[in-house]
């Protein structure tokens, strides 16, 4: 357990952090979130991650009254504090706390939280690719934002876990594979790269599109496309990128063997040149 | 404010009843939750709302420990704390607090919580009918589950009221108009009762159930299938159900007037012999 939480201004011990009842996520899922991977005490990317989320939040109708640099410094002094070297920081802006009624609140001002926590290690999975399944996307239609209304995630990623799959990728009738269910999911076949287009029924991943960027400095083809399940069975190799996972190579979908059932060489090159970028970004960051 | 309010076992001021920042409604939407209309110090349909509950909790896998009897007797303390003749009780559960993860976590005994809250006088609504926009259905595909997973309806009724709509119908693309953002609706043409099926896309409304058992004791027609926007436009009369409303006469939708404009005879009836109903059920309970 971490130390430190941040809640609206101040820094509190972290079993302490809470949220009024009527805190409009707690009731409505009516929030945005974001996740950053900590390196070397660093937040990877966080000015993408505060655009994204302030682009949700305008979605949905949240006032937003911070200041990209004001949230870099909370962010900062609850890494210091914590000392997290590694690991991962939450933050969750919801449209505050009312007497409970759909419509917005004539009066609320939005809660912020944070904390950090430690991200376990995929050095394993990284080796041997993962198994995973293909799960029914019952998820609703603004999937674009990264909100806290992520029963259909976790439920298609329990599905997943109780067969031993390390990540669902969601099937949306009529589109194909969409993402997976915290992830994005791209597929390799002859050499080029497929990953569906941004559009409602996906997140724009941040990982997905620093992969995208580096496919093509790299000069590999790639297509945002829509997948069907037959092509993703059928592929070379299959990865899932996300700021936790960063690009993890899929061994298996659903009990069929991808590929050798081993990372190919592009998955693997497109981790590496990830992963040097990050040591990049995060090595050369001001402290 | 209402003085108290119920959080895991014990009651607390209301002001100081909270959520941990990790609680999985707060996270996830992975909660569910009931509001039930209290009358004369008793809430109605008790056993029909814990009885849903139970079973959304059970379809989304979220474990039970308690017998109604506990459920109620908590209820009743709280409305006795607070004094509450009038208004509705609200409570929530949702999968615990546990480190963020999106699979169910291996230990984590749900979160518990309640309060009870006034409730507005609907009168003047209920003379005069109210107006209703029609919002596209943008939710997830589990509707029958009463989550927190509720920003597709705070979204819709968000629309509605910013044109002047009390309600928002929400039509789901190739079923046609399947409910309110909080509620069930109906329409009557030529003396026959038509309601969207119970499916995955619909809430199962206590108030829609009870609807239809007086609507059969009074020897009316009722059909329950999906409604297009056309026939919801074009019908004699429209009303919307639920706990909190009642049965709510509907004068206008987009813009159009529903049969002559005020409150037609079916629904007046309906109205009606739901408030004796009531009448009768809390009248008579056990203090």
């Known amino acids: 357990m971490p130390a430190w939480a941040y809640v609206n201004g101040k820094f509190v011990p972290f079993e302490e952090a809470s949220l009024p009842v009527e805190d409009r996520a707690t009731q409505f899922g009516d929030g945005v979130y974001e996740v950053a991977r900590i390196y070397e005490g660093v937040p990877f990317a966080f000015s993408d991650h505060v655009q994204r989320m302030q682009k949700g939040a305008s979605i949905i109708g949240i006032p937003w009254p911070w200041e990209e640099a004001e949230l870099q410094t909370m962010v900062d002094e609850l890494i210091a504090r914590n000392n997290q070297q590694d690991g991962i920081v939450y933050w969750q802006v919801s449209r505050g706390t009312a007497p409970r009624s759909h419509v917005f609140p004539p009066q609320a001002d939005p809660n912020l939280t944070a904390y950090t926590r430690d991200y376990p290690d995929h050095a394993a999975a990284w080796e041997q690719g993962v198994k995973v399944t293909i799960e ?11 909100s806290v209304n992520l029963l259909g ?5 329990e ?15 009529g589109y194909g594979i969409v993402e997976g269910g915290s992830s994005n999911v791209f597929i390799v076949k002859d050499g080029v790269l497929a990953t569906p ?6 997140l724009p991943g941040i ?6 960027e580096i496919a093509a400095e790299q000069g590999m083809s790639a297509a945002e496309r829509y997948i069907s399940r037959e092509e993703l069975l059928q592929a070379d190799e299959v990865f899932f990128t996300s700021t936790g996972v960063e690009v993890m190579p899929v061994a298996a979908a659903d009990g069929h063997t991808i590929g050798s059932g081993v990372p190919g060489p592009v998955t693997k090159q497109l981790l590496a040149a990830y992963k040097e970028r990050v040591a990049a970004a995060c090595s050369t960051a001001p402290r």
């Open 153 to 157: 995630n976790v439920l298609a990623k």
């Open 207 to 212: 990982t997905r599109s620093y992969v995208l």
């Open 197 to 202: 287009p941004l559009s409602e029924l996906i």
């Open 136 to 146: 029914r996307d019952v998820r609703w239609l603004l999937c674009h934002v990264k």
């Open 159 to 173: 599905a997943a876990a109780s067969k031993g799959g390390a990540e669902a990728l969601l099937e949306r009738e």
